[in-house]
């Protein structure tokens, strides 16, 4: 990308949100002005940027299993239950999605675990302890362990094995407690404004939703989420008790984010909703709409407003979407001419050595174009090599530098020019301009001067044959 863009992003950074699919080059020219990190994003990405499962959650069970496994040497330390208590509380509520039975299999038996050194602490006097009252929770007048009871909400038909629980009368404690929390009355998840194609799960596993628009759950700790298109746009951590009745209020409805979607570039700020995600890609985001005409907008969580682009080159050179530019450069190339144009005819004989002359050229030239087409003008300075390549003129002048006015018209590579060669010939040809970078282009020029015929006072008409001249080198274009 141009580096112009490059110098402009350094200031900021931001994702960028594509209405629709852009081409490589729009998803390029923007991202490179947005100073983007990340691929082009589409509108589910904006909506789930928050609450996405990401590699937080990974690095949530990671830490998860990792625990587990180091409290089970203090098992058989004295008071060793509290460590495993205390050290796995962290972990345990760090996890906020269940996103496979893998995920459920280590949270379960985390739970599990955790629940068997609650009640081998504690044992009668789960009730009684202050120490106790985070970890418990009472059903029909018993004071059961806490993890426990959320371990059933989790898996309701698992039963704990002696890896989960070694000890043979926690084994049976957990049985009863699965049968106590059981046998209590339901509680009921409501969704609420659940987008169409959306679908809400309990735990990892599918939601079923009964035909009085809510769904039945163990009592306990439940993990809710809700997926559209693959992603998770939605995500609770809910602990509900006995016939207890929740709603999950989907945060960003369809109706809302439709509405800030379609009502862009309305400066008004986005739906509060929406903040958090905004916030999750980096307090700003860029949302880009490719269809009819490139847009873009820079959404903040205190407004929205429009992003003019910087023009960028085309593949054929020159400003993308029209325009003036200006360009110079230097070339080398060859002067010829049939008579004694570019000698001093004192001290040398016309020879064809004499005649053609090597010359360095410098120019400059401002263009305008449209679409295609390029107009323009520009100067030429044409400098010949050797001691006695001069052009003559008037009763006694001569130089050595060869100015060349020009206009021309054409395509973006190639126009036609029209000018005057100073100090004599009338000229017709070609310039020729090939883009080899952001800024810089190949210059190729080439003419032929007409053959004049003057009259001088007092002498001898002036007779001066046709003068050719090409010349390449390189140059710089820069957009006006």
């Not at 009863?176 to 404004?193: E, F, G, I, T, Y």
């Not at 395509?411 to 090939?434: E, I, M, N, S, W």
């Amino acid at each position: 990308m141009p580096v112009i863009l490059a110098l402009i992003a350094s200031a900021h950074a931001a994702e960028v949100v594509w209405l629709s699919p852009p081409d490589a080059a729009q998803a390029e020219r923007v991202a490179a002005a947005a100073a983007a990190t990340g691929r082009p994003l589409a509108p589910i990405d904006l909506r789930a940027a928050a609450t996405d499962a990401t590699a937080a959650d990974t690095k949530a069970y990671a830490s998860l299993i990792g625990t587990l496994k180091e409290v089970r040497k203090y098992e058989t330390q004295l008071d060793g239950e509290l460590l495993i208590i205390d050290e796995l509380a962290g972990p345990i509520g760090n996890v906020t999605l269940v996103r496979d039975e893998a995920d459920r299999t280590s949270l379960f038996s985390a739970l599990a675990y955790q629940g068997f050194a609650v009640d081998r602490y504690f044992a009668g006097q789960l009730g009684k302890d202050p120490r106790g009252q985070p970890y418990r929770a009472e059903y029909e007048g018993l004071f059961v362990a806490q993890p426990w009871v959320d371990a059933v909400a989790l898996d309701p038909e698992r039963e704990v094995t002696p890896y989960d629980i070694a000890e043979a009368p926690q084994r049976v404690a957990y049985a009863n407690v699965m049968a106590l929390a059981k046998r209590q009355l339901p509680a009921r998840l409501v969704p609420m404004d659940l987008p169409v194609g959306a679908t809400l799960f309990a735990d990892g596993r599918p939601l079923v939703v009964g035909a009085s628009g809510s769904a039945n759950l163990v009592p306990g700790r439940h993990l809710i989420h809700a997926m559209l298109d693959g992603r998770v746009i939605a995500r609770w951590d809910v602990r509900l008790a006995p016939g207890q009745k929740a709603d999950a209020v989907i945060p960003l409805s369809d109706a809302v984010f439709t509405a800030f979607i379609d009502g862009l570039p309305a400066a008004t700020p986005p739906p509060k909703a929406l903040s958090a995600a905004i916030h999750a890609l980096g307090d700003e985001v860029w949302v880009a709409d490719p269809r009819d005409g490139l847009r873009v907008w820079k959404v903040r969580a205190d407004g929205v407003s429009t992003v003019e682009l910087p023009k960028v080159k085309a593949t054929t050179g020159g400003s993308e979407e029209g325009g003036l530019s200006v360009a110079a450069g230097v070339m080398g190339g060859w002067l010829s001419t049939g008579d004694f144009l570019l000698q001093n005819p004192d001290p040398v004989l016309a020879t064809k050595a004499t005649v053609n002359a090597p010359a360095v050229t410098f120019g400059g030239a401002v263009d305008f174009d449209a679409g295609p087409a390029r107009f323009g003008a520009g100067v030429d300075v044409a400098m010949t090599l050797g001691a006695n390549h001069f052009a003559l003129y008037g009763e006694d002048g001569s130089t050595r530098l060869r100015t060349y006015p020009y206009v021309a018209g054409g395509v973006k590579l190639a126009q036609a020019t029209l000018g005057y060669a100073f100090p004599h010939h009338p000229t017709a040809g070609l310039r020729l301009t090939l883009p080899i970078g952001d800024v810089v282009e190949a210059r190729v020029l080439g003419w032929y001067g007409l053959g004049v015929s003057r009259d001088r006072e007092g002498g001898v008409p002036f007779e001066g044959t046709a003068l050719y001249a090409i010349s390449a080198g390189v140059g710089g274009r820069f957009d006006l």
